[in-house]
């Protein structure tokens, strides 16, 4: 082998020409355009990583809306079926106290007595089942977000 196939520079001998300046002027102006388009293709995927990025957050924002939404519209239902319940219970117990004092007052102590055991039987079963289904139940983690 000689020395010239191993080495890719120019023996030292050899003389600069135009022609040598002229292919290196070229091959120059090649690399500019190269690396002019790799800036353009960098630019292109910056400007669509900033558009990825504010349609992720308009997602978001909307999704944080719809959630608010859907909130207040629960609420507004647990709120509107506390009120019914709550109104149910104190209708059933004015009946009821209504009742025991017709009992009382036409002398029926023993009827009220029954009554009164009756309601408070029934009364310690709602407590205690609400109270087995409030303990099995597992309460959602506040510090989740």
């Known amino acids: 082998m ?25 091959l120059q102006k090649k690399e500019l355009e190269v690396k002019g388009q790799e800036l353009e293709i960098r630019d292109k995927e910056f400007a669509l990583a900033v558009q990825q990025d504010n349609n992720q957050k308009d997602i ?24 019914i319940i709550s109104t149910l219970a104190v ?15 036409i002398g029926q102590a023993p009827l009220v007595m029954e009554l009164i055991k009756i309601v408070g039987l029934v009364a310690c079963g709602f407590v205690g089942g609400y109270g087995l289904r409030a303990s099995k139940i597992p309460k959602p983690d506040q510090n989740e977000d």
């Open 2 to 26: 000689s020395n010239t196939e191993n080495n890719p520079l120019p023996p030292k001998k050899q003389k600069l020409t135009p022609e040598i300046f002229v292919n290196f002027l070229q």
């Open 60 to 83: 978001a924002e909307k999704a944080i809306a719809a959630n608010l939404e859907n909130l207040k519209g629960e609420r507004g239902y647990l709120s509107g079926r506390m009120r």
């Open 91 to 105: 209708t059933i117990f004015l009946i009821m106290a209504a009742f025991c004092a017709y009992a009382l007052s």
